[in-house]
C-alpha cells in the first residue's frame, strides 16, 4: 500500500523529474548521427546524469539563500532528484564499459599484455583516468541510491544518513574529472556540450560555496 506521502512524491516529483530525464535523453540520443545504439545511448545519458548530480547539489544551498530556514533533514525533492541522478549515472557507467572496447571492458582499468611495458596492470594514462573517475563516482552514487529511503535513514540514523550521503560531493567531483578528461580522450571535444558541463559544474560550486559562506556567517551570529 503506498503512503500518501509516496503518492505525492510519484505524482510531484518523480513523474515529471522522469519525464524530464527520458526526454532530454531521447532528443539527445536522436541528435546523434553515431551508427550504433551503444554510442548513442552512453552520450544521451551522460549530461542528464551530470546535469541531475549537480541539481540535487544546488537544492541546499538555494534554499539557504532563499533563508527557507527548518527544512526536512532529507528534503524529498532534493533525495527524489538524486534518486534519479544516480539511476542515470549508473546507467551511463553500464553502458559506457561496452562502448569503446567491445567485449572487453576489463581493457578500461588494465593494460593488455601490460607485462610488456608496464610495471604494474592499473591503466594510469588520461583514459584510465577518465574510467576509473567515472567507476568511482558510480559506485558512491549507487550506494546513495541504495539508501535513499526512509527504511535506510531509520536504520543509519540521521546523523549517519547524513554522513554516507554527503559521499555525494565526491561524486560529483569525479564526474567532473571524468568528463572534462572523456572530452581530452576522444581527441574530438564538442565545445557546447563542454560548455554546458563547465557552466553545470561552475553553478554547483558557486551556489555550495555561497550556501557554505552563508551558514558560516549564521553561526557566528
Given amino acids: 500500500m503506498i503512503s500518501g506521502r509516496m503518492s505525492r512524491r510519484l505524482l510531484r516529483h518523480h513523474l515529471p523529474i522522469g519525464l524530464l530525464t527520458l526526454g532530454g535523453a531521447g532528443l539527445l ?3 546523434r548521427d553515431y551508427r550504433d545504439v551503444i554510442t548513442r545511448l552512453s552520450f544521451a545519458s551522460a549530461y542528464p546524469a551530470l ?11 538555494w534554499k539557504l539563500l532563499k533563508r527557507r530556514r527548518g527544512a526536512a ?9 538524486g534518486i534519479w541522478a544516480g539511476l542515470a549515472s549508473v546507467f551511463h557507467a553500464v553502458i559506457g564499459n561496452f562502448e569503446h572496447l567491445r567485449g572487453r571492458p ?18 594510469h594514462d ?10 568511482f563516482a558510480a559506485l558512491i552514487l549507487l550506494a546513495l541510491l541504495a539508501t535513499s529511503n526512509d527504511v ?3 536504520k543509519l540514523g540521521t546523523p549517519g544518513w547524513k554522513q554516507l550521503q554527503r559521499w555525494v560531493y565526491g561524486a560529483f567531483a569525479l564526474l567532473a574529472v ?5 572530452q581530452w580522450v576522444i581527441k574530438k571535444p ?3 556540450w563542454i560548455m554546458l558541463a563547465f557552466a553545470a559544474i561552475a553553478t554547483t560550486g558557486v551556489l555550495q560555496y555561497l550556501g557554505y559562506e552563508r551558514r558560516k556567517a549564521g553561526s557566528h551570529r
Fill in 29 to 31: 540520443y536522436a541528435s
Fill in 51 to 61: 546535469l541531475l548530480v549537480g541539481l540535487s547539489l544546488m537544492i541546499g544551498p
Fill in 73 to 81: 533533514i532529507s528534503m524529498d525533492l532534493r533525495r527524489d532528484i
Fill in 106 to 123: 576489463w581493457l578500461y582499468y588494465i593494460y593488455e599484455n601490460w607485462q610488456d611495458k608496464h610495471v604494474q596492470p592499473f591503466r
Fill in 126 to 135: 588520461e583514459f584510465g583516468l577518465g574510467n576509473f573517475t567515472g567507476l
Fill in 152 to 154: 535506510s535513514l531509520r
Fill in 178 to 182: 571524468h568528463t572534462f578528461t572523456y
Fill in 190 to 192: 564538442n565545445l557546447p
